[in-house]
C-alpha cells in the first residue's frame, strides 16, 4: 500500500492492492459540488494514476457520509457573463468526463448519498457504478428543474445507457432514483447494504464497506474477472429492435414534444432543449449532440426562467433554515385541535417525524374521518413501497385520537384547526390554556383571521402564534408562520422548529388581515370572479390562468381552497382593507355557498367533482348564478398583476421580511408561476415600471383595486431598484 | 492455574441461591438425533419429533408421570393440525392426561422460554415438576392458499343458494391459485436472517475466510464430540416403519478449500455469508426436566445444574437483530456478581458463523461498548478453549425451538465431564436459516452453569430477546404473563 504524497483540498487518493482510491471530500461544505478546483484536482489525480502502470483500477468514492456529488457548483454559472462563458464550462466538463470514459483502466463510481446533476453525469462516464441502498442515496439529473439540462455529456450518454424512454422520463421530470429503481433500470450495476454499527459508526461503517467492495470490483474488472456487458433480455432486445427505426424514433420525439408543451404550455424551454439534445446525439452523431448540449446549455443558463427557477432554489434552502435560533425546548407532545382536513394532516406531517401527536375533535364521525385520513396517507406510502407496513404501524402508534383533553397537561405545543370563527377560535384558546403547562405553545392555523385577535383571548399572548399550513398539508410544502408584536423569539423559533421538522418550507410573516398569502390570493381570486362574472367560463379562466404557469387554474383553485372559505376570507378581507378588494362580487361566492356549492369538498363548486371522472363538467348551477351577475384579453395580466402589487404592499407594510420569503410563499404556497420566479422576481424582470403601466390602464377601468402601491411606484420611476440583487 | 481455583472457591462460597427463592435444578436432558430436514424424518409431524424427546425423557430420567404438574414445549413453525404441539406431544408419549401441557414461541428461543417459564413456575411455588422442552420440524411447513382464495373458500361456507355458490366460485381467478409460502422476509425490516447477518459480519469486518474457519471448527469439534461419545443427550429415536436413528448427519468437517467454492448465499456478489457457514434447516425435538432442589432431592434425584439466572435483552431488529449475546452476558454477570474469568463452560448458539465471530468481536470492543451499550469499556472476549468445544448449531443443526434445551443441556455435560463450575448460555434467535422460517427477533438464551461439590450444578439461564426494549424478566414474575406481554 502506498499513498500520494502531495496533500490535495477537494480531492485525495492512495493506491490500495493496485487500486486507486480517489476520495473527494470538499473541506467548506457539507456536501460535495462539481466546482472548477474539485475539477483541476480530480483532472491532476487522473494524470497521475493513469501514468502510474501500477494502477490497475480506480475507485471513486466520497468521504462524505450523505453526498457522492450533489451537483455542479451553482454559482460557477452564476459568475458567468454570457451564454458563451457558460457553454465553454460545459465543454470543459464534457472533455473530462469524455477522458473518464476512455480511461484505460476501469473506474468504479462507488456512490453514496446524493449523486445529482453534474456528479451523475461524473458517475455515469465511469465504467461501473455501485451504490449503498441508504435512504440517503438519490441519482437523478435535477437540471431541469433548475431551467437548465444535463450540460456534461449527461443528455448524451443517458438515452444510450438507458433507453430514449427512461432517459427522457429521468431528464425531463428530474426526479429523484432510489437505489432499487437504478438498478433495475441499469443505471447502477451493483447494490450494496448500508451498515449498522459495529465497530466504527453506521455511517464510517458503510463507507469503508462500500470501498471494500468497490475495489474488489475494479480488480475484477481489470482482470477480466467481472464484465459490464449485460445479457439483454427479449423485451430488451425487441426495445433496441424497435427504437432502431428512425419512423418509431420520430414518433416518440414527437410524443414527447407534446406532452411536454401541454404540462408547461411552452413556458419553460428547458425541456425542449433537452429533447432537442438527445435528438440531435442520436440522429447526428455524438460529436453534434455534444455541441447542442453545450451551446443549449448557455444559452438556458442566461434565460430569466433558469434565473427564476435557481432563485427559488436558493430561497428554498434559505427557507429551510432556523432564524430565530434553538428554542429553549423541543417539542416532544404535540397536540393538534380539529381532526378536519387540516388538522388531521398536520396530524399526519408530525407523527411521522415520530412526535406523540394527540388528535382531538368534539365529535366521533369528526375524529374518526381525521383519523382514517392520517392512516390513508400513511397507507398510501405503503402502497408505494415508500415505506413498509410495520412502519406504518409504529408510525400510527404516535398517534392519539381523543375527543377529552386528557394528556393536554403533558404538550408542548397545540395547534388548533378548528372553525375559521374568532368567537370558537376565542372559546378554544380558554379551554385550552386551562389544561396546558406553562410552557406550552398555541398555535393557531388560520387562513384569515388576525393573530392578534385570536390572541387577545389569551392570557399569555407571548405564547401564541400562527401556524398557517396549506392543503393538503402532506402534499403542500409551505408553512406561513405569523407572529404578533408579542409573539416571543422563543415561541417563534419553536414553531419554525416544529415546521422544520415536518419537512417545511418556512416563511415567516407579520400579523394582519390575510397576512401575506391569503392576501395575496383574495386579490387574485376576486380579480377571477369579476373575470367570470364578465362572461369568462371557469375552464377558459382556468386555461388562462395555466398558460401563466400556475398549476392550477382560478376556479380549479377556488373549488380546492373551499368556496365557502373564499367566500368568508373575501368578506373579511373586504372589510378590513377596503375596495382594494373589490373587483367580483362577493355575493357569487355567497350565493354559490347557499346552494351547497363549496368547492371539492362538497362534490361541487365551479365544477362538478365525480369520483372516477377524470375529465372536470362545468357545473350548470354555477353558469346560471354568473348569468344573473352580470356585470378580454388582458385577463391574465389582471389576475397577476393583483396578486403581485398586494404582495409588494405586504412588503412595503412590513408584513414580510424580505422578497425572498416572499416568493418562496407565492411559489410553495399559491402555486405562483414557478418559471416567473414569484413576484418580486417577476416585477425585476417584467419591468416595475411596464408593470405600472398596465396597472394604470385598468384603474382607468376597474377602480382602485389596480392602483399600484407605493413601493411598486418607487421601482417603477428608477430602474436600478431591485428586489433581487 | 491455582490462583485461578482458589479465586472460584472463594466464589463458590456465594452460592448465587437467593433468598426466599427456591433453588431450582435440572434433572436431565435429552434431544433426538438433529438431522438434516429432508432426510430420515421427512414424513413425520411436529408432535411425532416432540413425542420422541419427551418419552426418551421419561424413559431415562424414571420420572413418575403423576408427579409432572407442568409441560412446556417450544415450537416455532407451526403445524396448524396440532397448535398446542406440547399436549399431542405429551398425550402421545404416555404422559398423565391430568397434566396441564401449553405451548410457547419465541422464534429461536422457544424452548429456552419453555425452561424460563418452569423456572417461573416453580419459583412463584405453583409447580415442582415440570418437564420443558421445543420441537421444529422443517421437512414440513404449512403452505397456505392465498387471502383471496381463502376469503372466497370461508365465504362459501356461508353461501346460502346455489346461485350464491356459484356466483363465488365464478369469482376464482388465476390470482386465487397462489400458493402462499412462509414469509422469505422479517416481517418488521422485510430483511431476510441471512442478509442481516452478512451486514452484520460486515459491519465488525469479519471476513469469508474468518467465518469459513470458525464453521469449520464447529464441524469437526461436533465430529470429535460425536467420536468419542460425549453427546450423550442424544436418545434414539424409531422412525415408524423404518430403522432407528442414534446420531446427528450434520456433521460435516470438510475443508477450507471446499467451502470457499461456495457463492454467497444472501448478499450477491459480495457477500460472506453462504451455506457452508451458516445454520442448516434441521428438524429435532428436546426436552428435560426441571424441579425444585428439594422435591429433587426428596425423589432421590441427583440433579445435574442448578438453574440460576437468566436476562432477555431486545434490540433494534435492524441492525442489531444478531447481537444478543454481547448485550446480555454482561448483564447477567453483573446480575450474579461475576466476571468472564469465572465462567468455566460456554455455549452460544450459532446461527451464523459470521454472527457468532461478530459477537465476539463487538465483545472485544471498546466503540461498541461505549457508543452502543453505554459501558465504559469492553464486555471481553470469552475465551475460545472454554467456547462450544462440542459443536454448535453450525455442525450438529438448528431445529430452532428445540436447540435451547440441547444448550442448557450441553452446558450442563460439559460441566460435569470437564470439572467447571460456571457456564453461560447465550443463543440469538436468527430464525432465518436459508429462505423459509420467517421469525425476526434476536433472540438470545444463555445458561450459567455453576458446578457445587457433589454432583449438582447450578444454572444461570440468561436469555435475550431482539426487539426493541430492554426487559430483565424476574424469576417472581410470573413467566406466563411475561409472554403474553411480549407479543
Keep these: 500500500m502506498s499513498s500520494s504524497l502531495l496533500a490535495r483540498t477537494y480531492a485525495n487518493y492512495e493506491i490500495k492492492d493496485g487500486v486507486a482510491v480517489i476520495r473527494i471530500n470538499d473541506p467548506n461544505s457539507k456536501v460535495n459540488t462539481l466546482s472548477k478546483p474539485l475539477q483541476a484536482e480530480m483532472t491532476e489525480i487522473l494524470e497521475e494514476i493513469w501514468g502510474n502502470s501500477a494502477v490497475k483500477g480506480a475507485v471513486l468514492i466520497s468521504s462524505k457520509p450523505g453526498s457522492f456529488i450533489a451537483g455542479a457548483d451553482l454559482n460557477m454559472i452564476q459568475a458567468c457573463k454570457s451564454a458563451e462563458e457558460v457553454t465553454t464550462l460545459s465543454q470543459e466538463g464534457q472533455k473530462m468526463f469524455d477522458k473518464i470514459e476512455k480511461s484505460p483502466i476501469p473506474i468504479v463510481a462507488a456512490i453514496n448519498g446524493s449523486c445529482l446533476g453534474g456528479g451523475l453525469e461524473f458517475a455515469i462516464a465511469c465504467q461501473y457504478r455501485l451504490a449503498t441502498k441508504s435512504k440517503k442515496t438519490v441519482l437523478g439529473t435535477p437540471e431541469v428543474m433548475l431551467g437548465l439540462l444535463p450540460g456534461a455529456g ?102 414527447v414534444t407534446k406532452k411536454v408543451m401541454g404540462q408547461t404550455k411552452g413556458l419553460y424551454p428547458a425541456p425542449l432543449k433537452i429533447i432537442e439534445c438527445v435528438q440531435t446525439g442520436i440522429e447526428k452523431g455524438t460529436t453534434a449532440g455534444s455541441l447542442a448540449e453545450s451551446v443549449n446549455f448557455g444559452n438556458l443558463a442566461m ?67 381525521g383519523q382514517q385520513q392520517v392512516y390513508k396517507g400513511l397507507n398510501d406510502k405503503t402502497k408505494k413501497k415508500a415505506i413498509t407496513s410495520f412502519q406504518r404501524d409504529t408510525t400510527m402508534s404516535f398517534l392519539t385520537g381523543q375527543l377529552d383533553y386528557r394528556g393536554f397537561d403533558q404538550a408542548d405545543m397545540v395547534i388548533e384547526a378548528v372553525f375559521e370563527d374568532l368567537n370558537v377560535k376565542h372559546k378554544v384558546i380558554k379551554e385550552v390554556e386551562a389544561v396546558i403547562p406553562p410552557h406550552c405553545i398555541f398555535a393557531t392555523n388560520t387562513s384569515a383571521l388576525p393573530i392578534k385577535e385570536i390572541a387577545a383571548a389569551s392570557k399569555r399572548p407571548e405564547k401564541v402564534i400562527g401556524m398557517h399550513y396549506f392543503s393538503p398539508v402532506d402534499k403542500m410544502q ?220 385598468y384603474e382607468e377601468v376597474y377602480g382602485n383595486q389596480f392602483s399600484p402601491c407605493q413601493l411598486l411606484l418607487d421601482h417603477a420611476k428608477d430602474s436600478n431598484k431591485r428586489f433581487h440583487k | 492455574r491455582f490462583v485461578f481455583r482458589m479465586f472460584v472457591m472463594t466464589k463458590t462460597k456465594k452460592t448465587l441461591a437467593k ?18 430436514s429432508g432426510t430420515s424424518y421427512s414424513d413425520l409431524m411436529p408432535h411425532d419429533l416432540g413425542r420422541g424427546a419427551l418419552q426418551g425423557l421419561l424413559n431415562r430420567t424414571g420420572v413418575p408421570k403423576e408427579i409432572v404438574d407442568h409441560i412446556i414445549y417450544g415450537i416455532v ?215 425444585s432442589e428439594e422435591k429433587a432431592l426428596a425423589l432421590g434425584y441427583k440433579p445435574k445444574a442448578y438453574l440460576r439466572d437468566f436476562v432477555y435483552v431486545s434490540q433494534d431488529p435492524k441492525d442489531q437483530l444478531l447481537l444478543g449475546p454481547t448485550y446480555a452476558t454482561p448483564k447477567v454477570l453483573e446480575k450474579s456478581g461475576l466476571t468472564m474469568e469465572d465462567i ?21 470492543s471498546d466503540w461498541f461498548a461505549q457508543n452502543c451499550m453505554g459501558r465504559k469499556s469492553k464486555v471481553g472476549v470469552p475465551p475460545m478453549e472454554k467456547f462450544n468445544t462440542w459443536g454448535g448449531s453450525l455442525s450438529l443443526g438448528h431445529p430452532f425451538a428445540a436447540t435451547g434445551c440441547r444448550l442448557v443441556t450441553t452446558v450442563a ?3 460435569q465431564k470437564e470439572g467447571g463450575q460456571y457456564g453461560v448460555v447465550a443463543a440469538c434467535a436468527a430464525g432465518g436459516q436459508v429462505f423459509l422460517p420467517k421469525y425476526t427477533y434476536a433472540q438470545l438464551a444463555r445458561a450459567d452453569t455453576e458446578y457445587s461439590r457433589g454432583a449438582t450444578v447450578q444454572v444461570f439461564l440468561v436469555h435475550s430477546f431482539g426487539l426493541f426494549s430492554v426487559h430483565v424478566l424476574c424469576m417472581k414474575m410470573t413467566m406466563c404473563k411475561s409472554v403474553q406481554k411480549h407479543f
Design chain 1, 154 to 255: 449527461g443528455t448524451q450518454r443517458l438515452p444510450k445507457m438507458l433507453g430514449i424512454p427512461a432517459a427522457f422520463d429521468m431528464m425531463l421530470t428530474g426526479r429523484n432514483i432510489r437505489p432499487d429503481k437504478a438498478k433495475k433500470m441499469g443505471l447502477v450495476h451493483q447494490l450494496v447494504d448500508p451498515l449498522g454499527p459495529g465497530l466504527k459508526s453506521p455511517e464510517e461503517a458503510t463507507i469503508q464497506y462500500l470501498e471494500t467492495v468497490a475495489i474488489e470490483a475494479a480488480k475484477n474488472l481489470a482482470n477480466k474477472k467481472l464484465s459490464v456487458k449485460k445479457e439483454k433480455g427479449l423485451v430488451q432486445k425487441l426495445q433496441d429492435m424497435v427504437m432502431g427505426l428512425p419512423f418509431v424514433r420520430k414518433q416518440i420525439y414527437n410524443m
Design chain 1, 303 to 369: 434565460t430569466s426562467e433558469s434565473l427564476a427557477l435557481r432563485g427559488l432554489y436558493h430561497g428554498q434552502v434559505a427557507c429551510k433554515k432556523n432564524n430565530f435560533g434553538s428554542p429553549a425546548r423541543d417539542v416532544k407532545n404535540l397536540a393538534v385541535l380539529g381532526a378536519g382536513l387540516m388538522g388531521a394532516g398536520i396530524a399526519q406531517v408530525t407523527v411521522d417525524k415520530s412526535v406523540r401527536t394527540i388528535l382531538k375533535d368534539t365529535t366521533v364521525e369528526g375524529l374518526t374521518r
Design chain 1, 478 to 697: 409551505l408553512l406561513e408562520i405569523i407572529t404578533t408584536d408579542k409573539t416571543s423569539k422563543d415561541t417563534t423559533a419553536s414553531a419554525v422548529a416544529v415546521g422544520l421538522k415536518q419537512g417545511k418550507i418556512i416563511i415567516v410573516v407579520g400579523d394582519g388581515p390575510g397576512f401575506y398569502t391569503t392576501r395575496c390570493l383574495a386579490a387574485m381570486l376576486a380579480e377571477a370572479v369579476r373575470v367570470l362574472q364578465e362572461g369568462v367560463g371557469p375552464k377558459k379562466l382556468d386555461a388562462l390562468t395555466k398558460g401563466l404557469g400556475f398549476p392550477v387554474g382560478g376556479a380549479a383553485l377556488a373549488d380546492e381552497v373551499g368556496i365557502d372559505v373564499a367566500a368568508h376570507v373575501a368578506e373579511d378581507l373586504g372589510k378590513a382593507l377596503g375596495s382594494r378588494f373589490g373587483g367580483g362580487n362577493v355575493e357569487v361566492l355567497k350565493t354559490m355557498v347557499q346552494k351547497g356549492y363549496k368547492g371539492r369538498k362538497s362534490g361541487k363548486g365551479c365544477y362538478v367533482y365525480e369520483k372516477k371522472s377524470k375529465d372536470k363538467k362545468v357545473n350548470p348551477g354555477v353558469e346560471e348564478i354568473l348569468k344573473n351577475h352580470k356585470s378580454c384579453t388582458d385577463v391574465q395580466y389582471r389576475l397577476l398583476s393583483r396578486f403581485v402589487n398586494e404582495s409588494v404592499l405586504c412588503l412595503q407594510e412590513g408584513i414580510l421580511p424580505d422578497p425572498v420569503q416572499g416568493d418562496i410563499g407565492a411559489v410553495f404556497g399559491l402555486g405562483f408561476p414557478p418559471c416567473l420566479g414569484g413576484p418580486f422576481r417577476f416585477v425585476d424582470s417584467f419591468g416595475a415600471d411596464k408593470l405600472v403601466q398596465k396597472m394604470h390602464r
Design chain 2, 19 to 36: 433468598p426466599n427463592v427456591k433453588n431450582i435444578v435440572l434433572v436431565d436432558g435429552v434431544r433426538t438425533p438433529f438431522l438434516l
Design chain 2, 77 to 291: 413453525i407451526q403445524e396448524v393440525k396440532t397448535s398446542n404441539v406440547a399436549r399431542e406431544a405429551a398425550l402421545g408419549a404416555g404422559f398423565s392426561d391430568k397434566t396441564p401441557a401449553h405451548t410457547v414461541t419465541m422464534a429461536c428461543i422457544s424452548s429456552n422460554q419453555a425452561m424460563t417459564s418452569a423456572v417461573g413456575l416453580i419459583a412463584a411455588g405453583q409447580c415442582d415438576v415440570v418437564v420443558a422442552g421445543g420441537v421444529e420440524f422443517m421437512s414440513d411447513v404449512p403452505i397456505r392458499h392465498s387471502r383471496k382464495m381463502r376469503k372466497t373458500m370461508l365465504s362459501l361456507n356461508k353461501a346460502k343458494t346455489l346461485g350464491q355458490r356459484l356466483s363465488l366460485l365464478g369469482s376464482i381467478r388465476m390470482g386465487h391459485l397462489m400458493p402462499e409460502l412462509p414469509a422469505v422476509a422479517e416481517f418488521s425490516t422485510a430483511e431476510s436472517m441471512g442478509h442481516s447477518a452478512d451486514r452484520l459480519a460486515a459491519a465488525f469486518g469479519v471476513t469469508r475466510v474468518e467465518q469459513d474457519e470458525y464453521a469449520l471448527r464447529s464441524h469437526r469439534l461436533a465430529k470429535k464430540a460425536q467420536d468419542e461419545g460425549l453427546l450423550s443427550d442424544i436418545i434414539s429415536f424409531q422412525v415408524p416403519g423404518k430403522n432407528i436413528i442414534s446420531a446427528d448427519n450434520g456433521i460435516r468437517p470438510t475443508s477450507m478449500e471446499q467451502m470457499g467454492k461456495l457463492k454467497p448465499a444472501f448478499v450477491k456478489p459480495h457477500g460472506t455469508v453462504t451455506a457452508a457457514n451458516s445454520s442448516f434447516l434441521t428438524d429435532g425435538a428436546s426436552a428435560v426436566l426441571i424441579m
Design chain 2, 344 to 364: 468455566d463452560v460456554f455455549e452460544f448458539h450459532e446461527a451464523f458463523a459470521g454472527q457468532i465471530v461478530a459477537n465476539l468481536k463487538a465483545m472485544d
Design chain 2, 413 to 415: 455435560h460439559r460441566l
